[in-house]
């Protein structure tokens, strides 16, 4: 399968021919052949508003977790807000993508994932009760953890009675179009990251080369919306990124 949104969108009308019913995470359990379509925003919520809108005009709706503590992104800033709004009002769910190393050595797992989903409501206005972990040691993974009011995505549940298909890295560890295609699982539990998603297919090093080298243009018109003309200091064609090694 390419990463690109043409192919995202194959992906989703094969589901549909195999008959699975899009469902997410509080309302599958009356569904007996369905998909929970996840998505772990780890980069970019740019890319994760362009995936949203693909989903969108399928008449699909999927769930996005967000990070509350990240270098990559700022979610209460007014573009951020911006962005997870927009998903929201494209059908989505918003949940926390909870970072287990940002969390207080006084507090236990489940209690600052607790306070950070509270911080998420508070700062959204509407209620955020799932999580899914963000990079998970293997003590969070086999701790299945049952925290009061929330849904957590990497509850056993969603690994035992689903089968569960993931692009980590880039990567389909299965051949996942295959088994969507061979009808021989009821419910399927499918993690797919917006950050590998394009109008065309890029590599791993393109994408990632692309990325880091976007945050200089970014910076800029940060910078630009900050001081006074920017442009008598530094022109905007001055920047520059180092090309790939040949």
Known sequence: MEFTYQAYRDMLNLLREQQYAFRQYHNYADCPRCVILRHDIDNSLEQAVNLAQVEAEAGVASTYFVLLRTDFYNIASSAGLRAVRRI??????????????????????????IKECGQLSALLETEVSSVSMHRPSRMTLDADFQIPGIINSYDRTFFRDFKYLSDSRRNWREPVLDIIRSGGYERLHILTHAFWY???????????????CSASLQRYRQMADNITDLASIMREEELSCASPKS
């Open 88 to 113: 929201q009002s494209l059908g989505h769910e918003i949940g926390l993508h909870f970072d287990e190393t940002a969390c207080e050595s006084s507090g236990t797992i489940p209690e600052c994932i």
């Open 198 to 212: 394009h109008n065309t297919e890029q590599t791993l090093e393109e994408t990632v080369r692309a990325f880091i």
